[in-house]
């Protein structure tokens, strides 16, 4: 298989400002760098995303495969990031067929960091396949919950973004991504999945941002059955994972789960092999209900 041939393009994550408190004191604090990032696929100007900027090449690829734009990682040569001007040039082997119709429907979501999403992307789900045979233990809930709790992240440093990560079923943490807009940051694990030829029938995605139609819809692209969430989800992520026979979990504290959708995949296991419940460590967000 060709790869295309990609920039390393790197940039700060965090900025220090100045901060002053409620009795007046001052202190320099981090946070995020969020910049735009204008995509052009073949010298057409496409969209532009708000992003970190930890991973732009593989946010962009990651954007093209769950807009459905490419089809297969050989359709694009190269992707050039340029943060001097803010720019990924993206150039495909063949062309992207129909893109002005493709790409001229576009549906308000839910998601920051990302305006829209081309409308055609509901239209089929229906196609969507999910591994029939695919189960996940309760431990390796707990086991991924316990992963993310403990990560060192720039949440932590400096609050204000969203994280994604990608785990094996057992509960072993494959990539973890953060963006100011947890959109992004599925787009770059979808990415970066691609690159590497992994496979996602077998894997479990996590996110710290609600489930949402379009969350769902991009899990299942990626032909990932599990999606675990420290927030919840909406009636039409709930409708949209119904119909895919995908599982849902929500509200991922602790010990603590919401099992919401296709509750076979979901093996229960007696309370005193689980360990006790953890000290739940706020570094990503309190509340789950403020979670966006």
Known sequence: MRLPEMTRATVPLTQEVQAIDEKGRRSLIHIPAERPLTVYVDKRELVTLMTLGGAPEALVLGYLRNQRL????????????????????????????????????????????????????????????????????????YRIVDTIRTLQSIYKQAGSVHGCALFTREGELLYFVEDVGRHNAVDAIAGKMWLDGVQGGDKVFYTTGRLTSEMVIKGAQMSIPFLLSRSGTTQMGHSVATRLGMTLLARCTGRHFLLLTSPERLILEPVSTLGSDPKVDTGWAGSADGVA
């Open 70 to 141: 490419v089809r297969s990682l050989e359709e694009v040569a190269a992707i050039h990031v340029d943060w001097s001007v803010g720019a990924a040039a993206v150039r495909t082997r063949g062309g992207v067929a129909d893109i002005e119709e493709r790409t001229a429907r576009k549906v308000v979501t839910t998601g920051c960091g990302q305006g829209s999403v081309f409308g055609s992307l509901m239209e089929e789900v229906d196609d969507i396949v999910l591994p029939p045979e695919a189960r996940l233990r309760q431990s390796g809930v």
